[in-house]
């Protein structure tokens, strides 16, 4: 399966050394999984996995959220990847019942799974939880203002000094996503003016760049069952 069968936007070549960079935080359990099924066929396709999600709310949701090397990602490529990962899934089927498949990009207030991640959203505010404590708290909130070879530095403002700045190991993160301020949709909004595209932000009409955009192919199977039509849903 190759980007030749399966349609999507052309953008040029692809840096094939973003494509492989390996994910600093990922999934446990069942996600695990189904991370492992799905993140070779994104490969083939040019993608790269962010992260999957398992919800049972409304049933059972598979979230697969998807992105190109340089963080974009088109609602024809979301499209594209549904086609092609519906029926690699059917056949290995990772969950014992019936499940809704969700495309979907990151969106604005995204997730950080990969050190370019961070180097790339150094000076925005970002929520970080830890698998254990860490100088007493497993939650952290604050300004990402730099990052090493094993740990983000993030400027909190909540200190009894004023701001202080902790060294969060990435080995130690479980979750890692931007915050969505103003200053975040600002900036996309300017990439987005200097790209040509119209802007849509999750769960509301404000403009979002193609960085943030973010369609929902879902399609309702049963195991060992052949996918349902897939139909877009805007959210």
Not at 129 to 139: N, S
Not at 182 to 200: C, E, F, P, Q, T
């Amino acid at each position: 399966m190759t980007t030749n069968t399966i349609p999507v936007v052309n953008k040029g070549p692809i840096d094939s050394e973003a494509l492989e960079e390996p994910r600093l935080i990922a999934e446990t359990g069942v996600a695990s999984g189904i991370a492992a099924i799905a993140a070779p066929v994104l490969t083939d396709l040019g993608f790269r996995l962010v992260r999957v999600n398992v919800s049972g709310h409304d049933g059972c949701t598979v979230q697969i959220m998807v992105e190109r090397p340089d963080g974009t990602m088109a609602i024809e490529e979301c499209e594209a990847v549904s086609r092609a990962m519906s029926p690699v899934l059917d056949v290995a089927d990772p969950i014992d019942r019936t499940y809704r498949l969700e495309i979907s990009s990151p969106g604005l207030d995204r997730l950080l799974v990969r050190r370019s991640d961070f180097e790339r959203h150094i000076g925005q505010i970002v929520k970080v939880e830890l698998a254990t404590a860490f100088q007493g708290r497993r939650r952290y909130r604050g300004t990402l203002v730099g990052v090493d070879d094993s740990a983000a530095h993030i400027r909190m403002e909540d200190g009894f000094e004023g701001a202080t700045e902790v060294q969060l190991p990435f080995d130690e993160m479980i979750s890692a996503r931007l915050v969505l301020t103003d200053d975040l949709v600002a900036a996309a909004l300017r990439r987005g003016k200097s790209g040509g595209r119209s802007l849509r932000r999750r769960g509301g009409s404000a403009p979002r760049d193609d960085h943030a955009s973010h369609q929902d192919m879902k399609n309702e199977r049963a195991p060992g069952r052949p996918p349902a039509a897939s139909h877009s849903e805007g959210e």
